[in-house]
């Protein structure tokens, strides 16, 4: 009986031993749970804090931009004279210009001519498309091998086959995205393609573009390899009556596909030559940069060129793309925004920004 009543005691002493360690193990664990999520929290809004103080340093870095543009004194891009043009590759912004007085915080900022880019949307005029900027566009498309690859990447994985457009059918179906009406548009070896589109696939025909590369995306032809390939050397902000390319800032290939479209007489080789000539006398020791006097600039610079060159070209940046970069701690955070210069010396005006 007695030994009974012990083995009795002895599992009690053991019961209650395993639920103390239960308790311990539980509390334990809720412990760390709660730690845990403690931790987390604080990470979240330590990650939000600097979330929302990042927006307002690109915010200020952005204005910090529109206000170098505003000192530009002359009517012409020069970059011994004109602040803005020290940041064209990029470039630290003391934290100080911008109100920013923690070592924590690195702000870059880079400021580039969008107007050195062909103006996409000049391709249609108001009283339709517009043959001089459509080639010139055209010899774009040429000049970046758009006719050489039925079996690109983008075609091989792709099932079905991505069917293969040429130069001159995707300028026609890129006309027939943005005309007005519903018809294909068709002249000489350019054709569209509107008319065939099946019911529920009409394009939208408003000549509006709210994303240059979801727009171009859903234009027959336009696959995303060929649309990274022309982002570098095509805008949709300047949609004005006089819109001009930047011959300060242009690459040799917009200068190119310009001189081809202005002139068929020139091939891409011989283009390209002259678009060489030009961006060399950009450097003073050859003449440069270039001013108000700009066509005899061009004349003596290139005097092969197509007469009407001039006609289509600037020597000052109007229209600006503005990237603004802060590194706070361990995170990284962008802002990007498009400026247009306005008259009497006021501040450049927000056309788009965005924070990401």
């Known amino acids: 009986m007695a030994a009974m009543k012990h083995?009795?005691?002895?599992?009690?002493?053991?019961?209650?031993?395993?639920?103390?360690?239960?308790?311990?193990?539980?509390?334990?664990?809720?412990?760390?749970?709660?730690?845990?999520?403690?931790?987390?929290?604080?990470?979240?809004?330590?990650?939000?804090?600097?979330?929302?103080?990042?927006?307002?340093?690109?915010?200020?870095?952005?204005?910090?931009?529109?206000?170098?543009?505003q000192k530009d004194g002359t009517d012409f891009d020069d970059p011994t004279q004109d602040d803005w043009m020290q940041f064209q590759d990029g470039r630290e912004v003391p934290g100080e210009l911008v109100g920013v007085n923690e070592p924590n915080v690195k702000i870059s900022l880079l400021i580039?001519?969008?107007?050195?880019?062909?103006?996409?949307?000049?391709?249609?005029?108001?009283?339709?498309?517009?043959?001089?900027?459509?080639?010139?566009?055209?010899?774009?498309?040429?000049?970046?091998?758009?006719?050489?690859?039925?079996?690109?990447?983008?075609?091989?994985?792709?099932?079905?086959?991505?069917?293969?457009?040429?130069?001159?059918?995707?300028?026609?179906?890129?006309?027939?995205?943005?005309?007005?009406?519903?018809?294909?548009?068709?002249?000489g070896q350019f054709q569209g393609m509107e008319s065939n589109l099946p019911q529920g696939s009409e394009f939208p025909n408003t000549t509006r573009v709210d994303s240059l590369q979801s727009t171009l995306l859903a234009i027959p032809g336009f696959t995303p390899l060929k649309v990274q390939q022309l982002l570098p050397y095509i805008s949709v902000q300047d949609k004005g009556a006089t819109a001009k390319i930047n011959i300060g800032s242009a690459s040799v290939q917009v200068l190119s596909a310009l001189i081809e479209g202005l002139d068929p007489s020139f091939n891409s080789a011989t283009a390209s030559a002259e678009a060489e000539k030009l961006i060399q006398c950009r450097d003073p020791a050859s003449g440069g940069p270039y001013n108000s006097n700009l066509s005899s600039q061009i004349t003596q610079c290139a005097p092969n060129a197509p007469p009407t060159l001039s006609s289509k070209l600037i020597a000052q940046t109007t229209i600006f793309s503005v990237i603004a970069k802060v590194e706070y701690g361990n995170a990284s955070f962008f802002a990007s925004a498009f400026l247009k210069t306005k008259n009497n010396n006021k501040l450049p005006e927000i056309t788009e920004f965005l924070v990401y």
């Open 7 to 69: 083995c009795a005691k002895n599992q009690e002493h053991g019961v209650a031993l395993i639920m103390v360690i239960f308790m311990i193990v539980l509390c334990s664990a809720l412990l760390i749970s709660l730690s845990d999520s403690t931790y987390t929290a604080m990470r979240v809004n330590r990650i939000t804090e600097q979330r929302v103080k990042a927006e307002y340093i690109l915010k200020s870095a952005i204005n910090f931009a529109r206000v170098l543009i």
């Open 112 to 187: 580039s001519p969008e107007n050195a880019k062909i103006p996409l949307l000049k391709i249609i005029d108001v009283s339709g498309p517009d043959p001089v900027w459509r080639d010139v566009v055209f010899k774009l498309f040429q000049g970046l091998g758009f006719d050489n690859e039925p079996t690109s990447p983008d075609n091989a994985s792709a099932e079905p086959p991505v069917p293969f457009y040429t130069s001159a059918e995707m300028v026609g179906n890129l006309i027939d995205y943005l005309d007005q009406d519903s018809d294909s548009y068709s002249s």
